[in-house]
């Protein structure tokens, strides 16, 4: 079951919100970030969560903002806070503007990945593979040596090294950026050291305690992603009860603990972690709700590429012949404003972005 909270409709904004109500903006036209003037034509959906259920209502934003400031003080201020953050315009990362959609290439140097687990696992598979998605289009290089893949195993320190050093010192100047994808900070400090130049930690910086303090000294850009439990034990029956904003509360969360150990919102992006946790409906909801995460105010990452709820859809029960579904997710995730496409099929995603920019007149959108 995919939430617990009953959802219904408004007539429209109500007179009154509980003391205790959470509000949330999400924007229903792109693209996105909006215009810092949010003129009156943009339309919004508001969404009002009690504790035991969330209500709804659709407005322009000018409306909505006018609502908000009838309401108290906590609210109106979360609620012009939400706009203000829908507006921003995101400065780059890692030397990449944030005003473009960019594709992320994945590079596992590990044995047991669920889609491409030993294709690169060898040091020269590694370089190979990540110099081909470099050509390809690919802005970053994402380079991991632990599988997250469902019911996977811990790794090593020393092993992770031992796979991911190589590699990113192989193919460090690549491309336009190097990313670790690691949860311990021990390898985010060695592949810094080795080239790297952003952090990609499917624990939202939580699995290790030194890896918050880390990213803060180092002041590289992080990507926190949601996952529900470990990767051992993430798909044993997920529960929500609202899945898309349980998970803008947790995002919302880490990014707070982000800014409190000194990392500026300027170096995080946010991945509401798609199959980490989540049943094929969870999956299609959080797609179709992606926009609501830019109220969390940093670029949204979507690593939907391969994914089990894409077989699910397609009765394509081999990962690596899923490209059709995962470029249909990642145009979906572009249409709706992410600025990171994490991917495996890198050149086929890149010209299925170029020929969608150029057929809604959106040329480095």
């Not at 906590?74 to 990362?93: D, K, S, T």
Request: include cysteine; glycine fraction near 10%.
């Amino acid at each position: 079951m995919t939430t617990r909270l009953p959802v219904r409709g408004l007539d429209g904004l109500p007179s009154n919100v509980p003391a205790g109500a959470t509000i949330y903006v999400k924007p229903l036209s792109g693209p996105w970030p909006a215009s810092p003037r949010m003129s009156a034509s943009p339309r919004f959906e508001v969404l009002l969560r009690s504790r035991d259920r969330v209500e709804t209502a659709e407005a322009d934003s000018n409306t909505v903002r006018a609502w908000a400031g009838s309401l108290d003080d906590r609210h109106a201020r979360r609620v012009e806070g939400l706009f203000g953050r829908i507006a921003r315009r995101h400065p780059p990362i890692a030397g990449l503007d944030m005003g473009a959609c960019h594709v992320m290439g994945i590079v596992n140097v590990t044995p047991d990945s669920f889609s491409d687990g030993g294709l690169a696992f060898a040091a020269e598979d590694a370089r190979r593979r990540g110099l081909a998605m470099a050509e390809a289009g690919a802005a970053i290089l994402d380079i991991g040596g632990e599988s997250t893949r469902p019911g996977s195993d811990p790794v090593p320190v020393d092993e992770e090294l031992r796979r991911v050093i190589p590699a990113i010192e192989w193919l460090a100047g690549c491309a336009e950026a190097i990313s670790i994808d690691s949860r311990k900070a021990e390898v985010m400090a060695a592949a810094l050291d080795a080239g790297a130049s952003m952090v990609n930690d499917v624990s939202a910086l939580a699995h290790d305690p030194g890896s918050m303090a880390l990213v803060a000294e180092r002041g590289a850009p992080a990507v926190l992603m949601h996952a529900l439990s470990d990767p051992k034990t993430m798909q044993d029956d997920p529960v929500y009860d609202h899945v898309s904003l349980d998970i803008f509360d947790f995002l919302e969360a880490r990014i707070a603990a982000c800014l409190a150990a000194g990392i500026a919102r300027e170096k995080i992006a946010v991945d509401p972690g798609i199959g980490f946790g989540k049943t094929l409906e969870h999956n299609l909801i959080l797609l179709r709700d992606l926009p609501l995460f830019h109220g969390l105010g940093c670029p949204i990452l979507l690593g939907a590429s391969r994914k089990s709820f894409i077989g699910k859809l397609s009765g394509e029960t081999v990962a690596s012949r899923r490209a059709g579904g995962s470029i249909a997710a990642a145009l979906a995730g572009a249409r709706a404003g992410a600025r990171i496409l994490r991917v495996h099929d890198v050149g086929e995603t890149a010209q299925a972005l170029a020929v969608w920019r150029a057929i809604g007149g959106m040329e480095g959108a």
